[in-house]
């Protein structure tokens, strides 16, 4: 959870919401991404869709069965379903996401029964210093816009 923090950081430094992802698959870590959705001016570049990007590639198999992918916060929809066609096994993440959580605060996609894959979930890891990052970085957005 260390190195997703260290890309939300990024993500920062480049003007865009704090969250990002690592992926960890045959004991070593095969892909690692910050949201750059500002950077690349695309709505799908989540940290943690160009996470799975990178993992597949580094398997050669979009399966990423066996993979666990840890992000600073609760996936939204979107990235809620990719990991659940990527059929990641394990997600771990920092803090709950009420506005657009979909794995535990609005929804839970990962663990819906009705679908051919469910995962694992573990939160609440590190959660202070995931929420701090975000709380911070609004903080200052609100500071900016007043201004």
């Known amino acids: 959870m260390r190195l997703a923090i260290e890309q939300a950081r990024i993500a920062e430094e480049n003007g865009d919401v ?3 992802a690592v992926i ?7 892909g690692k991404a910050y949201n750059q959705r500002e950077q690349l ?22 399966h990423l069965n066996g993979c666990t992918i840890y992000v600073t916060l609760e996936p939204c929809p979107m990235c809620a379903g990719a990991l659940v066609l990527a059929r990641i096994d394990r997600l771990v ?3 709950d996401d ?25 939160s609440g890891v590190l959660v202070e210093q995931c929420s701090k990052l975000l709380r911070d970085f ?5 500071v900016k816009n007043a201004q």
């Open 138 to 142: 609004f903080s200052q957005r609100r």
């Open 93 to 95: 993440y920092g803090c």
């Open 98 to 122: 009420p506005k657009a959580g979909a794995c535990k605060s609005l929804y839970n996609i990962v663990q819906d029964e009705r679908l051919n894959h469910r995962l694992e979930v573990t």
């Open 18 to 20: 704090p969250i990002g």
């Open 24 to 30: 960890v698959g045959e004991n070593r870590i095969i």
């Open 41 to 62: 001016q695309d709505p799908t570049a989540h940290a943690e869709i160009i996470a799975l990007t990178q993992a597949a590639a580094a398997l050669e198999n979009w």
